[in-house]
């Protein structure tokens, strides 16, 4: 069983990491990088994986996973990574873990090309649910991490990953269904969605899509051996959404406070 007052401690540090620099105990630090459909994300952790500093920027320069603008994921990754080295007064960060959705394996080279084109070692490749998992800690059951272009989960046994399956429908579906209901730009859609105050509205209007990725989650599950879904990812932002999980697949559902930045912390900490 997840340790929920724990989780939420560790990410509330972690989000105050992006406006505030921690002092790490040694210069030895480790990095999360999350290339991802929506944000591009660099967690930095020291080597007791305390947050020390975290910078993140919106970017389209991967769809469903896979990096479609090389040069600007490259620019994106530079510039975040010399905004975090000056908050750090100069110290360099050298290695950096990175993460993919499952299945997309065969583009892990890209992600890694990225990363060293801006100047990092890639100590170790992950796949994000499994990642996230490395702050949710569970033994038995799935963690299913819902971002902009992809619905990953890992599904756990006794400690151990023993499946991990993604899906192509994630926060960029959510958006473009309220972009048409509402007649507005995609932009303008995306701001009432990141906007916490309008979810309750929003929420009878996006279900559709969110019963979908949970059926989709459903079908991976066997519910004779699964009986806990841990959520994470900036789609699971979306106030409500555990309670359609739980009720389109049956199975309690669980999310932390602020599910944003669990998987490149979860990155960072395979640094
Ligand atoms: P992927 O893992 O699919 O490649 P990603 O790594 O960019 O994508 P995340 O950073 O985990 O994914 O999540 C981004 C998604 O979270 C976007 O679709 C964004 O609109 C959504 N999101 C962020 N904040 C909120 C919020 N407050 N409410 C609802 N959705 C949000």
Redesign the pocket.
């Known amino acids: 069983m997840m340790d929920l007052e724990r989780v939420n401690a560790y990410m509330e540090r972690v989000k105050a990491s992006e406006t505030q620099t921690f002092k790490p105990v040694s210069d030895k630090l480790k990095v999360g990088l ?8 660099l967690v930095v952790l020291d080597e007791e994986n305390n947050p020390v500093a975290c910078e ?1 920027q ?2 389209s320069v ?1 769809k ?2 896979v990096v479609v603008d090389y040069s600007g994921a490259l620019r994106i990754v530079r510039e975040l990574k010399e905004k975090l080295e000056a908050r750090l007064s100069g110290l360099e960060l050298l290695n950096c873990a990175i993460a ?2 499952a299945g997309t394996e065969s583009s892990a080279r890209t992600h890694q090309y990225v990363a060293e084109g801006a100047g990092f070692e890639v100590t170790n490749v992950l796949d ?1 649910p499994s990642a996230a998992n490395s702050i949710y800690q569970i033994d038995d059951g799935v963690v299913v ?8 989960l890992a599904i756990l046994k006794d400690g151990k990953v023993v499946q991990i399956e993604d899906e192509p429908t ?3 579906h ?2 473009l269904v309220l972009a048409g209901n509402y007649h507005i730009p995609f932009a303008e859609a ?1 701001q009432i ?4 105050k309008r ?1 309750r509205e929003i929420l009878p209007v996006v279900r559709p899509v969110v019963e979908k990725m949970a059926s989709i989650v459903g079908r991976y599950i066997n519910r004779d051996e699964i009986d806990t879904i841990y959520l ?8 409500g ?1 555990e309670q359609i999980f739980e009720k389109q697949t049956g199975i309690r559902t669980i999310k932390p406070a602020d ?6 912390a979860g990155i960072a900490m395979n640094c």
Do not use: S
């Open positions: 999350d290339l991802g459909t929506a944000y591009i994300v993140k919106a970017a991967l469903d996973g993919m959705p994000e991490d819902i971002g902009g272009g992809t619905t990953g994630g926060g960029t959510v958006t995306e969605k990141q906007d916490y979810h994470c990812g900036g789609t699971c932002c979306l106030t959404i599910p944003f930045l669990v998987t490149p």
